[in-house]
């Protein structure tokens, strides 16, 4: 497989090429250990950028298939039921990711030794704003699993979500 430094949603797409594997559309749907914490934000982004491929909410999927079980069962993301976090995903935070204009990624921070947690931020344009006016700040709080079936994949387990000036709107929980 081949991995790409990108930094941004524009330069990762620039040879028309998927990276890291996955499928048509570069994307890989289910939680895998192989994939580096580096790469896991961007995958999702990808996934959610191209909700509707190959089939209607497909990315929503994808991104439910990234999140550890603790994340999907708080009551705002539907107590662990996938229909209802669909449907909850498009009006939540996660809703600007949907079909976004594009993202700019800043580099990956790990904490402690980064085997166990890791942070990554995301500058995402949401749809219709190519120059980013209404850019966003997404946190992504990333753990590695260290249990069946998941063993060694990062997860998300959270998502902290700040305006471009620095105000928090914290919907997440946290670690």
């Known amino acids: 497989p081949r991995l790409l430094t990108a930094l941004s949603s524009d330069q990762a797409w620039e040879d ?7 499928d048509a559309w570069g994307v890989i749907r289910l939680s895998d250990p192989g994939v580096p914490a580096a790469s896991v934000v961007e995958n999702i982004l ?12 497909s990315g929503i999927d994808t991104f439910w298939a990234w999140t550890h ?15 209802v976090f669909r449907e909850r ?22 904490v402690a030794d980064g085997s166990k947690y890791c942070t990554h931020v995301a500058v995402v344009r949401p749809q219709g704003d190519r120059r ?7 946190l992504f709080q990333l753990r590695r699993e260290l249990r069946p079936p998941y063993n060694g994949a990062w997860s998300v387990w959270g998502v902290i979500v700040s305006e471009r000036d620095g105000r928090i709107q914290d919907l997440s929980g946290g670690f």
């Open 89 to 110: 995903a498009k009006v939540s935070e996660i809703g600007a990711l949907i079909e976004s204009d594009g993202w700019e990624l800043e580099p990956l921070n790990v």
């Open 16 to 22: 028309g090429q998927p990276w890291l594997g996955g």
């Open 46 to 57: 990808r996934a959610l950028q191209l909700n509707h491929y190959p089939e209607e909410d």
């Open 69 to 83: 079980e603790l994340y999907r069962g708080r009551p705002v993301n539907g107590h662990g039921n996938l229909s």
């Open 132 to 138: 980013g006016v209404q850019a966003r700040r997404f």
